[in-house]
């Protein structure tokens, strides 16, 4: 069965200070993993796709990047408009084009 | 304005009686998908759409069924809702695939009682 988890489920960062959120998965070949910002209340907003392992991709003060195993969504510097929920999503190669999601990963950023 | 648009936002009925929420994107994409979300289970993907007339299941798919007879238009049809139904539901569509920008929309709140 396909999983995906996301790490940590929450986080707290002050203005500036980077970190990075990690979303791992066990899936039967990886046809794309995907990452989303999602506010309250509001319905997810598509970041990136990544499809195989070494890719990285940025916006802003974001980056993700891939291995075989995981993503990371690294923080650069973040203000507190970066808070919100992240989300990740792998589409698995034995599953058609079924979306997996992870629980996400509550992000707070402090003035 | 690009968009997905759902109807209704909120919705609050009884077990057993039928209801449709409507989803409707302007944007001539070929992917359309489900989703429900619930505190501590995540997004899920009920069903999705390829394109005209080409639906498949997504993760949970029980109690839901769905029509896909225009590009623009995929309902999401309760035919005997029931409590454990009751959750956020959104409706998302990209353009020819996940791949490519998946866009949601509003959200509609669905109780049933």
């Known amino acids: 069965e396909d999983q995906v988890t996301q790490s940590p489920e929450a986080l707290r960062l002050q203005e500036g200070e980077s970190s990075s959120l990690n979303c791992s998965y066990t899936v039967s070949g990886l046809r794309g993993l995907f990452w989303y910002r999602q506010d309250p209340g509001k319905g997810p907003e598509f970041l990136f796709t990544?499809?195989?392992a070494g890719e990285e991709k940025e916006k802003e003060r974001l980056k993700a990047t891939l291995t075989k195993k995981e993503s990371f969504l690294h923080i650069t510097a973040p203000k507190p408009e970066d808070s919100a929920t992240y989300l990740c999503a792998v589409q698995a190669g034995n599953a058609g084009n079924m979306l997996t999601f992870g629980g996400g990963t509550r992000l707070m950023v402090k003035p | 304005e690009a968009q997905v648009t759902q109807n209704p936002r909120y919705l609050i009925t009884v077990t057993g009686k039928k209801l449709t929420v409507t989803c409707s994107q302007n944007m001539n994409h070929e992917y359309m998908s489900w989703y429900r979300q619930d505190p501590g289970l995540g997004l899920r993907q009920i069903y999705y759409?390829?394109?005209?007339?080409?639906?498949d299941k997504g993760d949970v798919p029980e109690g839901y069924k769905v029509s896909r007879k225009e590009k623009r238009n995929f309902p999401l049809i309760l035919e005997s809702p029931s409590p454990n139904q009751t959750s956020l539901y959104f409706c998302a569509s990209s353009l020819r695939s996940w791949a490519d920008t998946q866009y949601f929309g509003p959200g509609t709140r669905l109780t049933v009682l």
């Open positions: 759409s390829m394109n005209v007339e080409v639906t």
């Open positions: 990544l499809y195989s």
